[in-house]
Nanobody, 117 residues
Framework: QVQLVESGGGLVQPGGSLTLSCEAS????????MNWYRQAPGKERELVAT????????NYANSVKGRFTISRNNAKNRLYLQMNSLKPDDTAVYYC??????????WGQGTQVTVRS
């Protein structure tokens, strides 16, 4: 099993930056990929970014490509999401998520990001 705890959310003005962090604990060696999802009010949860354990390759949703960067510090068991040029449409609860062995998935509790003037 894996436990995930996000931090770093908050209120930021449009055009600003914010970095989210997710600390993983437990059987982290069996994590195949780590992801950030987000869910805005009244909308479905969407995949924002992925980083794979095997080769550290990344993928991004078109809506955040060029503005967000996902990274991972394996020594600290931490996942990050650097968010730049934030827009009001980025307002959502952001969730850390992992694809683990045996097709299991785990979610963090979420952290609120609000972008407004």
């Amino acid at each position: 099993q894996v436990q995930l705890v996000e931090s770093g959310g908050g209120l930021v003005q449009p055009g600003g930056s914010l970095t989210l962090s997710c600390e993983a604990s437990g059987s982290v060696a069996l994590i195949n990929a780590m992801n950030w999802y987000r869910q805005a009010p009244g909308k479905e949860r969407e995949l924002v970014a992925t980083i794979r354990t095997s080769d550290s390759s990344t993928n991004y949703a078109n809506s955040v490509k060029g503005r967000f960067t996902i990274s991972r510090n394996n020594a600290k068991n931490r996942l990050y999401l650097q968010m730049n040029s934030l827009k009001p449409d980025d307002t959502a609860v952001y969730y850390c998520h992992v694809n683990w062995a045996f097709s299991r998935i785990y979610w963090g509790q979420g952290t609120q990001v609000t972008v407004r003037s």
